[in-house]
T-cell receptor
Framework: RKEVEQDPGPFNVPEGATVAFNCTYSNSASQSFFWYRQDCRKEPKLLMSVYSSGNEDGRFTAQLNRASQYISLLIRDSKLSDSATYLCVVNPPTGGFKTIFGAGTRLFVKA | GAVVSQHPSWVICKSGTSVKIECRSLDFQATTMFWYRQFPKQSLMLMATSNEGSKATYEQGVEKDKFLINHASLTLSTLTVTSAHPEDSSFYIC????????????FGPGTRLTVL
């Protein structure tokens, strides 16, 4: 089992749609979780952190379920500019440095 | 967020030559920087952790004599790909953590290396 697994893509959605990405992680002691966005041929950029209480930033909502070792990202009212690859990122237990990146889920938002 | 720069942004070289890539933290001091490699349609793979003033920690399968890392100051880490070959062609990305945000990594813009 991979340490971090994401939904296989690509997701093709029309503008205005709501889309959800899922991610599971294998190390139950993992400490922190993030969603990054990566545009083609560019570096990953932090989209948002993921907390047990859930967090929302505009059209984006992230959720963490520690019991199921599962995190999610919900994008509402998709825009063309949301087209990118979304990376699920998991940090190991405190003191470890090896951040684990998911393989990414590609999103295409079409007009 | 914190700013990390890389130089060069792209490089084309002949097989057998060495290429140096610089990673700088522009507005913070980074005691630890990370070097990743990303092949097309694949995720980032950690190559090594660069620690200021000490030897880098390499991931399994990464040749330390081929990928030389130097972290001589709190704002600069360099990766040198020695005797580059076409299979080394990839997107190399560095990242750093700020002292205040030990969980968050800020990435440089990446260096696209093409070895002919």
């Amino acid at each position: 089992r991979k340490e971090v697994e994401q939904d296989p893509g690509p997701f093709n959605v029309p503008e205005g749609a709501t889309v959800a990405f899922n991610c599971t992680y294998s190390n139950s002691a993992s400490q922190s979780f993030f969603w990054y966005r990566q545009d083609c041929r560019k570096e990953p950029k932090l989209l948002m952190s993921v907390y047990s209480s859930g967090n929302e930033d505009g059209r984006f909502t992230a959720q963490l379920n520690r019991a199921s070792q599962y995190i999610s990202l919900l994008i509402r009212d998709s825009k063309l500019s949301d087209s990118a690859t979304y990376l699920c990122v998991v940090n190991p237990p405190t003191g470890g440095f090896k951040t684990i990146f998911g393989a990414g889920t590609r999103l295409f938002v079409k007009a | 967020g914190a700013v990390v720069s890389q130089h060069p942004s792209w490089v084309i070289c002949k097989s057998g030559t060495s290429v140096k890539i610089e990673c700088r933290s522009l507005d913070f001091q980074a005691t630890t920087m990370f070097w990743y490699r990303q092949f097309p349609k694949q995720s980032l793979m950690l190559m090594a952790t660069s620690n200021e003033g000490s030897k880098a920690t390499y991931e399994q399968g990464v040749e330390k004599d081929k990928f030389l890392i130097n972290h001589a100051s709190l704002t600069l880490s360099t990766l040198t790909v020695t005797s580059a070959h076409p299979e080394d062609s990839s997107f190399y990305i560095c990242s750093a953590r700020t002292p205040a945000e030990t969980d968050t990594q800020y990435f440089g813009p990446g260096t696209r290396l093409t070895v002919l």
